[in-house]
């Protein structure tokens, strides 16, 4: 499971351990001249092109590329490797 939050933090969560601790953080940012800027994000879905394969209805893009939205408005897409 993957969150979201206003401070930036984008989280991977594990359900086996049930959600007790995050297993990996990211942290939403944008370059503003030399500086980085952190993102409020509010909103993250995963990003798919439409298509379906197999039974499981799995998208063609790869599980870990995401979309969020910021509170500033705009939208990114980002890839968690």
């Known amino acids: 499971m993957v969150s979201c939050s206003t401070d930036g933090k984008i989280l991977l969560w594990a359900l086996e351990d049930k959600l007790n601790f995050p297993i ?3 942290l939403l940012s944008r370059k503003l ?3 980085l800027q952190n993102i409020g994000g509010t909103s993250l ?3 798919s092109d439409g298509r379906e394969k ?3 209805k799995q998208s063609y893009l790869e599980d870990n590329t995401f979309i969020v939205g910021a509170e500033c408005g705009s939208i990114y897409k980002f890839n968690i490797s």
């Open 33 to 35: 001249g030399t500086e």
């Open 54 to 56: 197999g039974a499981a």
């Open 45 to 47: 879905d995963v990003l």
């Open 24 to 26: 990996k953080g990211h």
